[in-house]
């Protein structure tokens, strides 16, 4: 992310948008990443310097500081001053100093001139080597993994994000989406320490109203840099559109933005499913013969305060619609909580498959009102498909 | 870190028994679960909050709301600090004013704020109000000086009990914790429920948008405020009402001096620049002055500066006055001028101890390489720092310069001249500047210097009012500098910015 004074911004009546890189913009990141590769084993100052002089009068001056703020994010700078200790030295320097009883240039120059043979310098040199631990004379040591392409990208990111610093709350609108998509976008939420509403259904999609705890009593930019944090969760979503409300200069500005937008997430898209036992079930489930088709396309259960996402629908061609969620491998705790949410949901038509390796029995899930399932090993889709037609 | 807080509403929550009622401390609020219908008179601070099926209210209404609700509730889960008997290990003898501010304070059951000029002992006010409290605390400082001098501090006085720091590098929440508003700020939400008492050292920092949540999202009912510049540029200084509670005491520095202040006296000097520098500095000026014309800008208004810097951004030639302006100002500020000036200054006072202050980092490392005089810098790491004001309070060094670091509150004893190289005329900034060097000294006359490039943007920094260079002029310079301590009486010296 940037600071604020790195930041553009255009507004249109009460909309305002990100100012993204112009095409012939895009060089500068060619050139502030070969500047600072030319600076490998070079000081911060003179790597300062060099990317003083490459903005020059440009008026593109805040855009050559936002790669280069954004690169030496994941740059290493590292103290190399050799066999000299600068703060020893200093003290040395200092209390000698101090001991002739008054300062003064002349004076000054004699203590130098007593100390400098010691470590067989010059006084001048030894007048500079007083601060070489300073941050401007570290050593550029570990260049950061950036393409030209990928610092573009984190910086058009880094402008939707700024806009997000003033964000009074967001709503977001997804829909058709796969469970573990789901998931993760509530984990981030959560990750975050944002609070968030879910109204609608599956067929005409879900609103998340996303804000803080305290967004209750007064509406308040304090959360914005969290939302900032969590827009690039955001992108990993497939079909997703967000409205942000912003407050800026006392003025109510929108900001909005959806899955079309050209903005690339951070990471490497995670796997399609959540685990092995999921994929194999899904797998086999297509080579049934059966009108109940699957769908990773669910439900999303609101608890308040958390969510319920089951891993797949299954949809009749008469309509009846039913949904799934398996019980694989889980930490005793998560288990703890996912029997708690099973009971709060309490969804009739969804079918619980719990593995045997689990220790839980038919006990536990009494006040829940569907069907559970007990299998060993994998999940047999006939097994559900069973279960299916003695549904209500 | 220590003591994680489990923020259960983002959590799944497990066996929770609607019958039930509990309050309970979530991220900055009190949660009031279990209750189908909110109990009578309790709609003043509490709201439904759809989100989670329960009562929400802003956690500094704690102490109202605690009385009035505690009948109603099967359980509290909301307040996790102790009581603490804290014994004080350091021989208190504290001077009138500060028995009466902690008398006031006291008064107002434990909320409001002590403005006390510095030098004036709010430290050991503070100390006093911790006894007296006996909770645990969070001790808010603006700067890594301050906190390392509460720190010390708070061991010598209570050695028996943990203290950690948060922020410079830290995080340990300790029953005692110091924490910078930086840091606390960011952990709040987390920490909000873990003291009784906070305690906030130059409270005027609080009120902006960012601090500020410290005290909104914190639930402790004893709140105390030490400064000695309330008032803010931006008015938010009423703010502290809602936020800590009212003035309860207040002193000026007139009010004290003799007793406890030292006398003092205020010196500037003028120098002029250079012929080389003079040229340089009205070729920039020229530069600037052509492209604000050109543009019909102004800089007299906050207005005119922000369409200058907007303007600037925007072409080659804004650029260049951008950068113009700027050449000037470095000139005005780090003109070898005043390293002469400030030279003949430590001619005078050979032996004395020296506090030098400058603006920026640059200058502050300049006069240390040309002085041998060791150099504070928001740079220079704890360690280091430390043993610098070590020896000087011990008489080791006889000088020190600084580059703003001291501006709040760091103990600096003895200190006998002051020079400010490039200074801002903001009043708070003066005053404390002045302040650092105030401290209580045996009969000593204390002497500020303020060098001041002749003819150049600074000068008028420095004195808004023109005047003539005639003999009655730093007489009435001298006026203008005391006029800062008494709003009222300050007429044409309002804080910059």
């Avoid at chain 1, 981030?188 to 067929?203: I, Q, R, S, T």
């Avoid at chain 1, 804000?211 to 979503?237: C, N, W």
């Avoid at chain 1, 409205?243 to 933005?257: N, P, V």
């Avoid at chain 2, 004195?463 to 005639?470: S, Y």
Wanted: charged share 25%.
């Amino acid at each position: 992310m940037l600071p604020s004074d790195l930041l553009f911004s255009h507004k249109r009546g009460a909309q305002v948008y990100p100012r993204f890189l112009r095409r012939e913009q895009h060089a500068w990141a060619e050139r502030v990443l070969n500047l600072i590769r030319e600076h490998q084993h070079r000081t911060r100052g003179e790597l300062h310097a060099a990317l003083r002089a490459l903005e020059g009068d440009s008026p593109d001056y805040r855009i050559v500081r936002g790669f280069a703020h954004l690169a030496l994010n994941a740059a290493e700078f590292t103290l190399a001053t050799g066999e000299l200790e600068p703060e020893a030295l200093r003290r040395e320097v200092f209390t000698l100093a101090a001991e002739r009883g008054g300062y003064g240039e002349t004076q000054a120059r004699e203590v130098l001139e007593t100390v400098a043979p010691r470590y067989r310098l010059e006084t001048a040199t030894l007048r500079e080597a007083l601060y070489a631990d300073l941050p401007e004379n570290h050593l550029l040591t570990a260049l950061p993994d950036f393409t030209p392409d990928r610092l573009v990208d984190r910086y058009n990111l880094a402008q939707a994000q700024g806009l997000l610093y003033s964000a009074l709350y967001l709503r977001l609108i997804a829909h058709r989406n796969v469970p573990g998509e789901y998931r993760r976008l509530f984990q981030h939420l959560k990750f975050h320490g944002l609070m968030y509403a879910v109204e609608g259904n599956l067929d005409d999609g879900y609103q998340i109203y996303v804000d803080g705890p305290a967004s209750l009593f007064k509406q308040t930019r304090k959360y914005g840099l969290q939302m900032a944090m969590f827009l690039p969760a955001l992108l990993r979503v497939s079909r997703w559109e967000m409205e942000a409300m912003l407050q800026r200069d006392g003025q109510a500005l929108s900001y909005r933005l959806d899955s079309q937008s050209p903005l690339k997430p951070l990471t490497a898209a995670p796997p399609a499913y959540d685990s092995l036992l999921e994929e194999s079930f899904a797998r086999r489930w297509e080579k049934l013969e059966t009108p109940w088709a699957l769908e990773r396309e669910v439900e999303i259960v609101d608890l308040k305060g958390t969510v319920f996402v089951p891993d797949f629908a299954l949809r009749h061609s008469d309509g009846r619609v039913a949904h799934v969620e398996i019980m694989g491998f889980w930490h005793p705790d998560y288990l703890r909580r996912k029997l708690d949410k099973l009971r709060r949901a309490a969804m009739p038509n969804l079918i619980v498959a719990v593995s045997e390796r689990l220790n839980v029995g038919a006990d536990d899930f009494r006040d829940v009102p569907g069907p559970v399932l007990f299998f060993k090993g994998k999940l047999e889709p006939r097994a559900v498909l069973d279960t299916l037609e003695h549904l209500p | 870190m220590k003591n994680i807080t489990k923020d259960t509403a983002g959590l799944y929550r497990t066996g929770r028994d609607d019958a039930e009622r509990q309050l309970r401390f979530d991220r900055g609020t009190l949660l009031l679960e279990g209750v189908a219908e909110l109990p009578a008179g309790l709609e003043t601070w509490f709201c439904y909050d759809p989100r989670v099926d329960a009562y929400r209210a802003p956690a500094h209404r704690y102490g109202e709301i605690i009385g009035p609700l505690k009948g109603e509730l099967a359980r509290n889960q909301a307040p996790r600090y102790q009581r603490r008997e804290l014994v004080c290990a350091l021989e208190m003898i504290p001077y009138p004013h500060q028995q009466e501010a902690l008398a006031a304070w006291r008064a107002a059951k434990g909320r409001g704020v002590v403005v006390l000029p510095t030098g004036a002992g709010k430290t050991l006010v503070g100390l006093l109000a911790l006894c007296w409290a006996r909770r645990d605390a969070l001790i808010m400082v603006p700067t890594l000086d301050l906190m390392q001098q509460w720190y010390a501090l708070l061991r010598t006085a209570f050695p028996d009990q943990e203290t950690g720091l948060i922020g410079g590098g830290y995080h340990e929440p300790q029953p005692l914790t110091i924490a910078t508003y930086d840091s606390a700020a960011r952990h709040i939400e987390r920490l909000g429920d873990r003291f009784g008492l906070l305690l906030f050292d130059e409270a005027h920092h609080l009120p902006s948008e960012f601090y500020r949540v410290i005290a909104e999202f914190s639930l402790a009912p004893y709140r105390l405020g030490l400064t000695a510049t309330p008032e803010r540029s931006d008015g938010k200084d009423t703010d502290l009402l809602d936020l800590i509670g009212p003035i309860v005491y207040r002193k000026r520095p007139e009010q004290l001096a003799g007793d406890v202040l030292a006398d003092f006296q205020v010196r500037p000097v003028h120098v002029d620049l250079s012929p080389a520098e003079r040229v340089a500095y009205q070729q920039a000026l020229d530069e600037r002055n052509a492209f604000l014309q050109a543009n019909h800008l102004a800089l007299n208004t906050l207005e005119g500066w922000n369409r200058f810097v907007m303007l600037s951004a925007r072409s080659v030639d804004g650029r260049r006055a951008m950068r113009a302006h700027r050449d000037a100002r470095r000139i005005a500020h780090a003109t070898p001028a005043k390293l002469r000036a400030l030279g003949m200054i430590l001619a005078n006072h050979p032996g004395a101890k020296t506090v030098i202050f400058t603006e920026d980092n640059a200058t502050a490392y300049e006069v240390s390489q040309r002085f041998l005089i060791p150099c504070l810098t928001h740079q220079t790491l704890i360690k280091e720092r430390q043993d610098i004001l070590d020896r000087f309070k011990s008489g080791v060094y006889a000088a020190i310069v600084t580059s703003n670091v001291l501006n709040e509150g760091v103990d600096v004893p003895d200190a006998s001249v002051g020079v400010i190289l490039s200074g801002s005329a903001s009043a708070r900034e003066f005053v404390q500047r002045l302040g650092r060097i105030l401290r209580r000294g045996d009969g000593k006359k204390a002497v500020l210097y303020e060098v001041i490039a002749r003819e150049t943007r600074e000068e008028r920094v420095a004195d808004r009012r023109r005047m003539p260079p005639d003999p009655g002029r730093k007489v009435e310079r001298i006026e203008a500098t005391l006029a800062l301590f008494d709003p009222e009486r300050s007429t044409g010296l309002k804080p910059g910015r």
